[in-house]
């Protein structure tokens, strides 16, 4: 999967990633950063979507798409599709534009609006990697969960470097026994759970 990645996926990835330290880095204010996960939690979850069992992939909150990408080698290498939510106009353009040069508008759709609003229509989740604003976390949990097969995947991400906001959905996540949840240290930290 990643020793095959092709170059204009490569040069799109390498792109976001440029944005991406730039708005972290150079101290001006922006209304909407990019905020996407580091590489190593890209590779991460591409082997977690890899992995997941037969059923739908989602991703709420595709921000430039820079995830998304991630998800799509495993899409591609595994004969699936990644359906992925985004509710902010700039960011859909963005995400759009990384799709289409990448050249995998072939397994990703983008559905425009509030993941809520949408979740209710997939009854068999395998995967799902939840990176949007940290106040939807637990409405996501909430739905996200029922919906998911047997050993489907939920992934939570910012679950350490957001750790305060989120420690009630965290808590319950860990709690929880219909999955099997543990906090991996890798990027800002990734909520896993396993659905039992």
């Not at 059923?55 to 990644?82: F, K």
């Not at 992925?84 to 050249?103: D, H, N, S």
Request: hydrophobic share 45%.
């Amino acid at each position: 999967m990643f020793h095959s990645i092709r170059p204009a996926m490569l040069d799109r990835m390498h792109t976001l990633e440029e944005i991406d330290a730039r708005d972290r880095g150079d101290g001006t204010p922006r209304l909407q950063r990019l905020r996407q996960i580091p590489p190593d939690t890209g590779k991460f979850l591409a082997i977690l979507a890899a992995s997941a069992p037969a059923g739908a992939w989602v991703e709420i909150g595709t921000s430039a798409g820079y995830s998304t990408l991630w998800l799509s080698l495993a899409a591609e290498q595994m004969g699936h599709s990644v359906t992925t939510f985004e509710v902010l106009p700039e960011k859909i353009a963005l995400a759009q534009e990384t799709f289409r040069l990448a050249g995998v508008e072939a397994v990703v759709k983008l559905v425009e609006g509030d993941a809520r609003q949408h979740l209710t229509h997939f009854d068999r989740i395998a995967f799902c990697f939840l990176d949007a604003e940290k106040e939807v976390y637990a409405d996501c949990y909430d739905i996200v969960i029922p919906r998911l097969v047997s050993g489907g995947l939920l992934i939570a991400d910012n679950a350490i470097n957001h750790r305060e906001v989120l420690q009630p959905m965290l808590d319950r996540a860990l709690s929880d026994d219909r999955v099997d949840a543990l906090i991996v240290p890798i990027g800002n930290g990734e909520l896993v759970c396993r659905k039992r």
